[in-house]
């Protein structure tokens, strides 16, 4: 299965099972349709997808401070982005 792929299988489950927040998973599935527009985000999607089973809507707040928050992953998704934009302007 392919990074884009294994992305929107993830940010589905993340949704159905971790509360992942739609505008999130609105973003992260935007990622997955267009993969074109991606092709140097190999290594920043995979760390994404490595996060979305982590997802905790409560992420880092708990005593031993285990899971992915909104912040880590908007964090995340902005470095594709980066990535993306940074294509376009060369």
Do not use: C, H, W
Request: charged share 25%; hydrophobic share 40%.
């Amino acid at each position: 299965m392919d990074i884009f792929a294994q992305l929107r299988k993830e940010t589905i489950l993340a949704g159905q099972e971790n509360e992942l927040p739609d505008f999130l998973a609105e973003q992260l599935l935007s990622i997955a349709d267009n993969p074109q527009f991606y092709p140097d985000s190999y290594e920043d999607i995979l760390k994404v997808v490595d996060m979305l089973p982590l997802y905790d809507t409560y992420g880092q707040t708990g005593y031993i401070g285990m899971g992915v928050s909104n912040l880590i992953l908007e964090a995340a998704i902005r470095r594709v982005e980066i990535k993306k934009s940074l294509k376009k302007t060369t």
